[in-house]
């Protein structure tokens, strides 16, 4: 499950809603797309005891480029992980939005509310198309040109959540 509950207030998620959880989505033709709030999700259980070794230094490392917009310590998001269905296939998808977040704030001077946009673009990129996250931004500080110049950063295609009800 992505980190739901990191969401900034104005982001909302791309979710597949299926028949069980929150996973990334493999795209299907009977599925059913829509937006909806995160903050009306729920996490999903914690799937493994422990993630492996290298996991642990890669989550570390994106934690540590997020730690200004996102400040819940490394136990938060460690557990975050050990949610998820595929750890590895998440982390590749947060190490693709943070070189996209370190890339663009590196480039660019941002007060702490414009990194809180870039994050915002970051993350609601992960799992939709740029056309999609244009359509879903609420930005203050940056433009669309620059949400675009982020995506353009991504060299992942976008991923939506799937969101299983009991």
Same mark, same amino acid.
């Given at each position: 499950?992505?980190?739901?509950?990191?969401?900034?207030?104005?982001?909302?998620?791309?979710?597949?809603?299926?028949?069980?959880?929150?996973?990334?989505?493999?795209?299907?033709?009977?599925?059913?797309? =829509? &937006?909806?709030?995160?903050? %009306?999700?729920? *996490?999903? +259980?914690? /799937?493994?005891?422990?993630?492996? @070794?290298?996991?642990? !230094?890669?989550?570390?490392?994106?934690?540590?480029?997020?730690?200004?917009?996102?400040?819940?310590?490394?136990? =938060? &998001?460690?557990?975050?992980? %050990?949610?998820? *269905?595929? +750890?590895? /296939?998440?982390?590749?998808?947060? @190490?693709?939005?943070? !070189?996209?977040?370190?890339?663009?704030?590196?480039?660019?001077?941002?007060?702490?509310?414009?990194?809180?946009?870039?994050?915002?673009?970051?993350?609601?990129?992960?799992?939709?198309?740029?056309?999609?996250?244009?359509?879903?931004?609420?930005?203050?500080?940056?433009?669309?040109?620059?949400?675009?110049?982020?995506?353009?950063?991504?060299?992942?295609?976008?991923?939506?959540?799937?969101?299983?009800?009991?």
């Amino acid at each position: 499950m992505r980190r739901l509950d990191i969401h900034l207030a104005a982001a909302f998620a791309l979710c597949v809603i299926l028949l069980a959880g929150c996973d990334r989505a493999s795209t299907s033709s009977d599925s059913k797309t =829509k &937006w909806i709030d995160p903050n %009306k999700l729920e *996490a999903g +259980p914690i /799937r493994r005891a422990n993630l492996a @070794e290298d996991q642990i !230094s890669r989550v570390q490392s994106v934690q540590k480029v997020f730690s200004e917009v996102d400040p819940s310590p490394i136990e =938060k &998001w460690m557990e975050d992980f %050990k949610r998820d *269905a595929n +750890p590895e /296939r998440e982390l590749a998808i947060w @190490e693709g939005m943070a !070189s996209a977040f370190a890339a663009y704030t590196a480039s660019n001077s941002l007060t702490l509310g414009g990194k809180k946009e870039v994050f915002q673009v970051v993350l609601l990129r992960s799992g939709a198309s740029d056309d999609e996250v244009l359509k879903h931004l609420d930005l203050k500080i940056l433009t669309a040109r620059d949400a675009r110049e982020i995506m353009a950063l991504f060299a992942t295609k976008p991923e939506p959540i799937r969101v299983v009800s009991p």
